[in-house]
């Protein structure tokens, strides 16, 4: 192992693994844009780190990975040590190395990240796990003793695939239920493969299977097992239930055929580029309609919508063989909420952006087909309540764009259940759950045993709730972050009743 010397950033230019070439991804590869480092690549990659003395890099990532520290180890050749630290705050952490919006968050934090160029962290977080677990490395699980609790949580996406684990290392029996046949939610459904292989989660899965974790899956609560039922067998619930109900526009000739929303979409690609040859006539979790997805091949195809999911259409309509993708939106690029790195790529693999532009109606070729989209240029105005400028028409700029197919990625917002209110639990006006706060970062509430409060716990004492469904539509790493958080509380309950008791 050689010395680290403090000029290794300026010895090595920040340098990201090797790529999947264009005319590839044109013609249809799915694999992982990005390949793995070796371990040379790696290690040079992490020595770039300058150990800041205050780690802005962690305080940019929701979960506050220890990130300076697994960098050293991996820099090390300690691949093993730096994996158990990855999971030490991370319950997904290969998952993360690879959807993270690194550039908007830990990589965007970075000291260098001012023309040095940031400390590649994705790939070295991908490059330490993906190796410890090839190498047989798992989870310590050896001082939590079993404590006989037993938690259902209810989604096996990012914030309940997060809870089980946490609850596992805690001796508490996790039984994850979900209504789609794999774990992953829209890790597995709505992330295009070329993001996240599936085999990533077959393996996550393993692991979660060997640290005691069950999973009852094509599952619905509310349609095969009840609630009731659930606390009947359980101690308490955790409910990861996600984001799935996709945020109407309400646009004139939106229900004309070869208008699809996002999620359909990208749920059915996923299933048959795994290989799942009856995807389609097998159900969407909230859509009741069968969905067929149109032969993309040689049409002109327009997604409105500017976000990550916006970007997820319009890279997988390029390997579907689409003439032309254009991206609609209405405000301009710097104000997209997605991923710079990710609209990169989708204007490298020829996608069109048409920024400023609002979608206003859907036209119809006369015979039921959408034929064209018109839009309006638009203008940035007064900000609104979330401080982002808001788009106003320009009198007299509408224009029509030819389309044969229309992908909408307005994006998602919860769509909670009936049974949820029939057991206490109270919703906001937008759907989402209510649930007792978090404390402040790095203000932990004092507990108070007399009046004991549990962060991500609903009105009714046993259900918690956390990820999409609390906060609504937002980041991977922040639903991992509050399943993580949740199986804590969920801990804390159970300690308190052991005491009171």
């Known amino acids: 192992m050689s010395k680290k010397t403090p000029q290794a950033f300026l010895q090595s230019q920040r340098q990201m693994p090797d790529r999947v070439p264009v005319e590839a991804r044109r013609d249809g590869d799915w694999h992982e844009l990005y390949g793995r480092f070796g371990e040379t690549e790696a290690k040079t990659q992490?020595?770039?780190?300058?150990?800041?003395?205050?780690?802005?890099?962690?305080?940019?990532?929701?979960?506050?990975?220890?990130?300076?520290?697994?960098?050293?180890?991996?820099?090390?050749?300690?691949?093993?040590?730096?994996?158990?630290?990855?999971?030490?705050?991370?319950?997904?952490?290969?998952?993360?190395?690879?959807?993270?919006?690194?550039?908007?968050?830990?990589?965007?934090?970075?000291?260098?990240?001012?023309?040095?160029?940031?400390?590649?962290?994705?790939?070295?977080?991908?490059?330490?796990v993906d190796k410890a677990l090839s190498e047989g490395w798992t989870p310590d699980l050896s001082h939590a003793p079993a404590t006989g609790k037993r938690v259902a949580v209810v989604g096996a996406g990012p914030a309940g695939l997060a809870c089980a684990d946490r609850l596992a290392r805690a001796g508490v029996q996790a039984v994850v239920f979900d209504r789609y046949e794999q774990i992953g939610g829209l890790l597995q459904f709505g992330i295009p493969s070329f993001k996240l292989e599936k085999t990533v989660i077959a393996e996550r899965r393993r692991v979660l299977e060997g640290m005691g974790v069950q999973f009852r899956l094509g599952v619905e609560i509310g349609r095969d097992v009840s609630l009731d039922a659930l606390l009947a067998e359980f101690d308490a619930v955790f409910l990861g239930?996600?984001?799935?109900?996709?945020?109407?526009?309400?646009?004139?000739?939106?229900?004309?055929?070869?208008?699809?929303?996002?999620?359909?979409?990208?749920?059915?690609?996923?299933?048959?580029?795994?290989?799942?040859?009856?995807?389609v006539g097998r159900p969407i979790a909230g859509w009741e309609d069968r969905v067929e997805l149109p032969d993309l091949r040689g049409k002109r195809v327009v997604v409105l919508g500017g976000g990550d999911t916006g970007m997820d259409c319009v890279r997988?309509?390029?390997?579907?063989?689409?003439?032309?993708?254009?991206?609609?939106?209405?405000?301009?690029?710097?104000?997209?909420?997605?991923?710079?790195?990710?609209?990169?790529?989708?204007?490298?693999?020829?996608?069109?952006?048409?920024?400023?532009?609002?979608?206003?109606?859907?036209?119809?070729?006369?015979?039921?087909?959408?034929?064209?989209?018109?839009?309006a240029e638009t203008r940035l105005g007064d900000p609104?309540?979330?401080?982002r400028r808001r788009p106003?028409?320009?009198?007299?700029?509408?224009?029509?764009?030819?389309?044969?197919?229309?992908?909408?990625?307005?994006?998602?917002?919860?769509?909670?259940?009936?049974?949820?209110?029939?057991?206490?639990?109270?919703?906001?006006?937008?759907?989402?759950?209510?649930?007792?706060?978090?404390p402040p970062p790095h203000h932990p509430a004092r507990f108070d045993p007399d009046n004991p409060v549990y962060p991500y716990q609903t009105a009714n004492p046993r259900l918690f709730a956390g990820g999409d469904?609390?906060?609504?539509?937002?980041?991977?790493?922040?639903?991992?972050?509050?399943?993580?958080?949740?199986?804590?509380?969920?801990v804390r309950y159970f300690q308190a009743e052991s005491v009171s008791s």
């Open 46 to 128: 992490a020595s770039r780190c300058l150990d800041c003395g205050n780690p802005y890099c962690s305080w940019g990532c929701p979960l506050h990975n220890f990130i300076p520290q697994w960098l050293e180890l991996a820099r090390e050749g300690r691949v093993h040590e730096a994996a158990a630290l990855c999971h030490e705050t991370n319950p997904l952490p290969e998952i993360c190395g690879r959807v993270c919006p690194q550039d908007r968050l830990c990589e965007g934090s970075c000291t260098l990240n001012d023309g040095f160029g940031a400390v590649t962290i994705g790939a070295v977080e991908k490059y330490i």
């Open 241 to 279: 239930l996600g984001s799935y109900r996709y945020t109407d526009g309400h646009l004139p000739g939106q229900d004309l055929r070869h208008v699809l929303p996002a999620l359909p979409f990208l749920v059915q690609n996923g299933r048959i580029v795994v290989g799942e040859n009856d995807a």
């Open 316 to 375: 997988s309509a390029v390997r579907l063989g689409a003439a032309e993708v254009s991206c609609v939106y209405r405000r301009d690029e710097a104000s997209m909420p997605g991923s710079a790195r990710e609209v990169a790529n989708a204007r490298e693999e020829g996608v069109r952006f048409l920024f400023q532009r609002a979608p206003l109606a859907l036209l119809d070729d006369g015979a039921g087909n959408v034929r064209a989209v018109r839009v």
């Open 384 to 387: 609104d309540a979330r401080g």
């Open 392 to 438: 106003e028409q320009v009198p007299g700029s509408e224009i029509d764009l030819d389309a044969d197919i229309v992908l909408i990625a307005f994006g998602f917002q919860p769509d909670p259940p009936a049974w949820l209110t029939a057991h206490g639990v109270s919703l906001h006006d937008d759907g989402r759950i209510r649930i007792t706060p978090a």
């Open 469 to 490: 469904g609390v906060r609504g539509a937002d980041l991977v790493v922040t639903a991992v972050q509050e399943g993580r958080d949740a199986a804590g509380s969920i």
